[in-house]
């Protein structure tokens, strides 16, 4: 089973390059299901219901997401009917939506999304490493291919949930930085890793941004309005052959598209 994860689409720009290239990655590539982490499709900060609507037609059977995620407020009262947006499940209980999706892709294997938010150098949510066994606990034992979008800063952190998971779950793909790294392999229990799978938007830029609104930031330590930039449209993957007998991964790779 072949599983295509595209890095945090940002801004116009990456949805662009998603309405553009995605269908015939798909094909191209026999993808049996798509997931992206979505949190930064609105103007780089958070995602409405029209444009989760958007992203979902294009082919991306599961939106991920993270901090961000409620940036935009007509998202809360969207969760209820459309349960393959995530959010983290380690927000606390009471929360809109849910971060766990169970579905079934296109060549009928039973699959599982796990959408999990780090702590370190970010808001203080419930223990993503616990709140991972708890979700993992509900997944009928039927299901074998689960894929886990761990969003968060500290590569320590990322790196520790996918040691935590290893023969648990068939992928642990991190997210959040917009900054690809080259630590893409299956680890010894069978479970495929990355630290971040990178950015889908403007890589002429910083973080998806136009430079100079962040570099003032920097220099002078004011508020600044930050604009999501055009040039250089990427968008960064990750390809997962997953065995779907067993849920453990035979390969990950790394690969890069860009905007024709």
Request: hydrophobic share 40%.
């Amino acid at each position: 089973m072949k599983i295509l994860f595209v890095g945090d689409i940002v801004g116009s720009p990456g949805r662009r390059i998603v309405r553009e290239r995605l269908a015939d990655i798909i094909a191209q590539r026999q993808i049996d299901l798509c997931i992206a982490n979505g949190e930064n499709a609105a103007s780089g900060f958070g995602i409405t219901p029209r444009l989760t609507e958007e992203l979902l037609s294009s082919g991306i059977e599961v939106l991920t997401s993270g901090n961000h995620i409620w940036d935009r407020k007509d998202i809360l009262e969207f969760f209820p009917h459309e349960p393959r947006l995530l959010r983290p499940a380690n927000y606390p209980n009471g929360s809109p939506g849910g971060g766990l999706y169970t579905g079934r892709a296109k060549n009928g294997v039973n699959y599982a999304v796990l959408n999990l938010q780090g702590r370190t150098f970010m808001a203080p949510l419930d223990d993503p490493f616990r709140t991972a066994l708890r979700e993992l606990a509900k997944i009928p034992p039927e299901v074998k291919v689960i894929v886990v979008d761990m969003h968060a800063e500290a590569t320590s952190e990322k790196q520790a949930m996918g040691c935590y998971l290893d023969s648990k779950v068939s992928a642990v793909i991190g997210t959040h930085t917009h900054v690809a790294t080259a630590d893409a392999r299956v680890l010894p229990g069978g479970t495929a890793y990355i630290t971040d799978v990178g950015m889908t938007g403007p890589h002429d830029s910083i973080i998806g941004m136009e430079k100079q609104g962040i570099l003032q930031r920097f220099l002078d330590a004011m508020p600044a309005r930050f604009v999501v930039a055009e040039g250089d449209v990427q968008m960064n993957t990750v390809v997962l052959d997953v065995d779907e007998s067993s849920g453990h991964a035979r390969s990950i790779e790394r690969l890069n598209f860009r905007l024709d």
